[in-house]
């Protein structure tokens, strides 16, 4: 089975410094990983994907995350925070069993201070 | 943009009615799933569609259905709504592992 764990539900942040969003996963199956981020009022836009190339994988928006599969986890960081990234973000990992499922976080909630 | 469309954008309904609520897919697409967002929660799994079967589904009650059409457009349907169904229903579509979500539905049930 699998699952995901986004080990914290808000994170604030000052403008201009780094950025650690924390998500550990579970899974039975080479998974696909994925951070999604969530603007309030919106959809889900996609930020950046893992499915076993590079461990490390650069998104948009200057985000990017490591998969590391001794310790389960996909950290999502960014180097210097900017007031537009205050959103909901997703942890989502995908593995196909029969069919492909997506199976979310919590989420977590980062407040950017000016 | 993802090129997937959902309608209404809003709905209001009340305990006890039924609701359709629709999907049209990226072009190409031939995958569809839905998500319920309860506020304050991430996405739940209600099912997936492909080539207008149901091939998976999440934890939810049978009151809960779907319909994929030829042209991969779909429908989720709803009967005898509960307050606990007020939520933002997401549709994705994609074609292999990607998923491309709609911008929501967001239902309210009073």
Known sequence: AQSVTQLDSHVSVSEGTPVLLRCNYSSSYSPSLFWYVQHPNKGLQLLLKYTSAATLVKG?????????????????TKPSAHMSDAAEYFCVVSAYSGTYKYIFGTGTRLKVLA | ETGVTQSPTHLIKTRGQQVTLRCSSQSGHNTVSWYQ??????????????????????????????????????????????????????????????????????????
């Open chain 2, 37 to 110: 967002q309860a506020l304050g929660q991430g996405p739940q799994f209600i099912f997936q569609y492909y080539r207008e079967e149901e091939n998976g589904r999440g934890n939810f009650p049978p009151r809960f259905s779907g319909l994929q059409f030829p042209n991969y457009s779909s429908e989720l349907n709803v009967n005898a709504l509960e307050l606990d169904d007020s939520a933002l229903y997401l549709c994705a579509s994609r074609t292999g592992g990607e998923q491309f979500f709609g911008p929501g539905t967001r239902l309210t049930v009073l």
């Open chain 1, 60 to 76: 948009i928006n200057g985000f990017e995350a490591e998969f590391k599969k001794s310790e389960t986890s996909f950290h999502l």
